[in-house]
Nanobody, 128 residues
Framework: QVQLQESGGGSVQAGGSLRLSCAAS????????MGWFRQAPGKEREGVAA???????STADSVKGRFTISQDRAKNTLYLQMNSLKPEDTAMYYC??????????????????????WGQGTQVTVSS
């Protein structure tokens, strides 16, 4: 059973940094796509960044140059380094994943996929 567990959220002042982690377990596919999403109150869920099993990444324009997605395959952990945080980055951040060749190819072609597995989320609050 695939499980995704986020950690690292918190409250910071504008201009600060946080690193989110997502510990993934219960999968065996070597090909996959993983990503970070966020949702602020009253707003739609927004894709933030994605990475495939070969390390190819994509990042939303709204966070490009400030946020970096990465992974440690040995630890089965996904990261989101968030720098120069702004109040508008305040949201619940979710880790997502899906596995297999089709999801991997979709991820490489489009920078994401239709994810089937989601974590519970971690709250990030940025004050001005």
């Amino acid at each position: 059973q695939v499980q995704l567990q986020e950690s690292g959220g918190g409250s910071v002042q504008a201009g600060g940094s946080l690193r989110l982690s997502c510990a993934a377990s219960g999968y065996t596919d070597r090909k996959y796509c993983m990503g970070w999403f966020r949702q602020a109150p009253g707003k739609e869920r927004e894709g933030v960044a994605a990475i495939d099993s070969d390390g190819t990444t994509s990042t939303a324009d709204s966070v490009k140059g400030r946020f970096t997605i990465s992974q440690d395959r040995a630890k089965n952990t996904l990261y989101l380094q968030m720098n120069s945080l702004k109040p508008e980055d305040t949201a619940m951040y979710y880790c997502a994943a899906d596995f297999g060749w089709l999801k991997y190819y979709h991820c490489r072609r489009t920078g994401g996929t239709d994810f089937g597995y989601w974590g519970q989320g971690t709250q990030v609050t940025v004050s001005s």
